[in-house]
C-alpha cells in the first residue's frame, strides 16, 4: 500500500517566491482556489429504483464534522447536522452517541469553561487575579478528567444496536478504514490514565470518544467493526430487494491535513502514512496518498448497500480562524496573509522566530493539495454515476470559501474569477441573516454586552457552530431531495411537500454561542495574550522544530 510513495522526498523544483522548498513535487500549486461545482449530480442522470422505504433512513459515516464536535468538545450530538436532518425527516429512530458528563463533553468544551470564569470572575480576568483564575481552570480540568479517566465516562455503551451517525472527531480516511473499538479499548487498557499534576488533559480521550459510538458495533460474533464495515451490516438489513440504507452521508478527509492548523507544523506524508502506529507524525497527506487512502475507501463504501451515497468536498482548512492571518494581505489580489498564528497574539507582538506560524506559502500548498483531493472526490462520484450509482458530491469546501470574511468577503481584490459565477458570497437563510450583529466566519469574540463578532465558528476555532451545522444540514438536504428522498412531519407519515427548510429560529435559540454568547471571550485572549507576550508559555507549547 505504501507503493504511491516512491517519490516522497522529492519536493517542488520551482523557485518561485511563491512555492514553499517543503512541498512534494506531485503538489500542484495553484494560485486560485478550485471552482467549485454546484451541481451535485456532475450533470450525469441516473434512474434508480426508488421502492419502498429502507430500515435505516441516513447513515453518516465521517469525523469530527459529522460527529458534531464544537468548541472544543463533543457533548451536544443532539445537534449534529445528522441530526437536525432526521428531524426535518420525521425520523426519530436516528442513533448517535451521546455523551453526559458534569461539564459537558469530552474533552474540554470551551464554552462551559468561559461560562464558568464569568460567574466566578465577572467580564474581566487580569493580571490581578491571575493566580486565582489559574487555580479555578486547574480545578475544572482536574474535574472533567477525573470523570472521563476514573468516573462515569468510563462507562461505555455495552449493548444495543449500531449506531446510525458513526462519525468520530479527529478521525482520517486510514482510521475509517481500519480503526475499531477494540483496538480502542486496548490502547486504553495498556495507558492507564495517570493523575500529572501539571498536564490536566484527558489522557487517550479520542479513544474514550470512540468507544461511545463504536462499542456496539459488532457483528454477531461479537467481533468489532470499523465505521465501514458497521454501514456495510446495517445496508445488509433490507429485502432482498431494498437497500437496508436509505442515504448514506461520507464526509471525511478534513484529518488528512487540519494537524497542520493544530500543530503550525507542515509536515508532508511519506513512508508508512497508511500505518496507523506511525502516521500521526505527518499532518498534510500528499495528494497521491491522499488518493491512494481514498480509493481504498471507495472500494469499501461500494459494498455497502445503500440507495443514495453522498460525498463531501474536503474544506479549505486554512480558512479556519484558528489559524489567524497576521496583520494585512500579503500583496494586493491575494487570498493570503504573510504568516497565520494563533488567534491570542497580537499582530504587534507576533515573531515569526517565536511564534507558532505557518506562512503564506504553507498555506497555498496546504490548499492547493486539498484541492486536488477534491478533485478525486469529484472523480470518484463521476465515475459512480456513469456506472449508473446514485451518488451526489457535496460542495462542502465551496461553501466555506464562499463564507470566508478576511479571506475574500472583505477584500473583493482578493476574489477568484469563479466568484460571481457561483453565486458570490454565501446567502445564509434569513433567520441567521437577522442576527446581530452579523454572523460572520471571524473568530468569535465577546465583551459585557455580548458577541462582537465571529458566530460560524465555535470557540475552538475549527468547528461550525450550531447554526452553522444547520447550514451544512440543508445543504445536505438540497441533495437528498434530488435524489428523491421524502421528508415528513413530527408524525413520520404526513408527508411534507416542497422545498424543506431547516428551522434555524429554533436553532439559534438552541445555539448557545449565538443566543447566550459568554460575556468574556475577548477577556480571555487578552488573557491568554499577555501570558504569551511575558512568558512564550502557550505558544511555546506548541512552537514546531525548525
Not at 523557485?15 to 482556489?33: C, R
Not at 478527509?253 to 506524508?269: E, H, P, Q
Request: aromatic letters at 8%; proline letters at 5%; charged letters at 25%.
Amino acid at each position: 500500500m505504501s507503493g504511491a510513495s516512491n517519490s516522497s522526498n522529492s519536493s517542488n523544483s520551482s523557485n518561485s517566491k511563491y512555492h514553499d522548498p517543503k512541498t512534494p513535487s506531485d503538489v500542484q500549486i495553484s494560485f486560485e482556489a478550485r471552482k467549485p461545482i454546484m451541481d451535485p449530480t456532475l450533470g450525469i442522470a441516473v434512474n434508480i429504483s426508488k421502492e419502498g422505504t429502507p430500515p435505516h433512513r441516513l447513515v453518516t459515516i465521517g469525523d469530527s464534522l459529522t460527529h458534531g464536535f464544537q468548541s472544543g468538545a463533543i457533548h451536544n450530538t443532539s445537534l449534529s447536522y445528522p441530526a437536525i436532518i432526521a428531524k426535518e425527516m420525521g425520523w426519530k429512530e436516528l442513533r448517535h452517541p451521546v455523551y453526559n458528563s458534569p461539564d459537558a463533553g469530552l474533552p474540554l468544551n470551551l464554552e462551559k469553561l468561559a461560562n464558568d470564569l464569568h460567574k466566578k470572575f465577572g467580564d474581566k480576568i487580569t493580571w490581578l487575579n491571575t493566580i486565582p483564575v489559574i487555580l479555578f481552570i486547574r480545578e475544572y480540568l482536574d474535574r472533567v478528567e477525573n470523570y472521563w479517566e476514573r468516573g462515569g465516562g468510563t462507562k461505555f455503551p455495552q449493548e444495543g444496536k449500531i449506531n446510525h451517525n458513526l462519525a468520530i472527531y479527529g478521525w482520517d480516511i486510514r482510521n475509517t478504514l481500519s480503526r475499531n473499538a477494540d483496538i480502542c479499548l486496548d490502547v486504553l487498557a495498556k495507558n492507564p490514565p495517570k493523575n500529572d499534576w501539571i498536564r490536566k488533559v484527558v489522557e487517550n480521550h479520542n479513544e474514550r470518544a470512540s468507544c461511545y459510538v463504536l462499542n456496539t458495533a459488532r457483528d454477531r460474533f461479537g467481533n468489532a467493526l470499523t465505521p465501514i464495515q458497521a454501514a456495510t451490516l446495517l445496508g445488509e438489513e433490507g429485502s432482498a430487494d431494498s437497500e437496508g440504507i436509505e442515504t448514506l452521508i461520507v464526509m471525511v478527509g478534513s484529518n488528512n491535513a487540519l494537524g497542520s492548523i493544530l500543530t503550525f507544523n507542515v509536515s508532508w506524508s511519506e513512508e508508512g502514512y497508511d500505518d496507523m502506529s506511525v502516521n500521526d507524525k505527518y499532518t498534510v497527506w500528499r495528494p497521491i496518498h491522499f488518493k491512494a487512502e481514498l480509493d481504498l475507501l471507495v472500494a469499501e463504501i461500494k459494498k455497502i448497500r445503500a440507495r443514495h451515497v453522498i460525498l463531501s468536498t474536503v474544506p479549505h482548512i486554512t480558512i479556519a480562524p484558528l489559524a489567524h492571518g497576521v496583520g494585512g494581505k500579503a500583496r494586493n489580489h491575494s487570498r493570503y496573509f504573510p504568516y497565520y498564528s494563533l488567534p491570542w497574539i497580537q499582530d504587534a507582538d507576533f515573531n515569526p522566530d517565536k511564534h507558532p506560524r505557518i506562512t503564506e506559502n504553507e498555506a497555498r500548498a496546504i490548499d492547493s493539495a486539498i484541492d486536488q483531493y477534491n478533485q478525486a472526490i469529484t472523480e470518484v462520484v463521476r465515475q459512480a454515476r456513469l456506472e449508473g450509482k446514485d451518488w451526489y458530491l457535496f460542495e462542502l469546501c465551496g461553501l466555506l470559501d464562499r463564507s470566508a470574511s478576511r479571506r475574500y468577503i472583505e477584500d473583493p481584490d482578493a476574489r477568484p474569477d469563479w466568484w460571481d459565477e457561483v453565486g458570490g458570497e454565501y446567502q445564509l437563510p434569513p433567520a441567521l441573516e437577522a442576527v446581530s450583529p452579523r454572523l460572520t466566519s471571524e473568530f468569535l469574540l465577546s465583551e459585557a454586552q455580548g458577541r462582537i463578532q465571529g458566530g460560524l465558528f465555535s470557540l475552538d476555532g475549527v468547528h461550525p457552530s450550531t447554526v452553522s451545522y444547520g447550514v451544512i444540514a440543508e445543504e445536505m438536504i438540497k441533495i437528498m431531495q434530488l435524489a428523491g428522498v421524502k421528508f415528513y412531519e413530527g408524525d413520520g407519515k404526513t408527508e411534507r411537500k416542497g422545498e424543506i427548510k431547516v428551522d434555524f429560529e429554533d436553532l439559534v435559540q438552541r445555539d448557545t454561542l449565538v443566543s447566550q454568547t459568554p460575556r468574556n471571550v475577548k477577556t480571555i485572549l487578552e488573557f491568554l495574550g499577555g501570558i504569551d507576550k511575558n512568558f512564550n508559555f502557550l505558544s511555546g507549547m506548541m512552537k514546531r522544530n525548525y
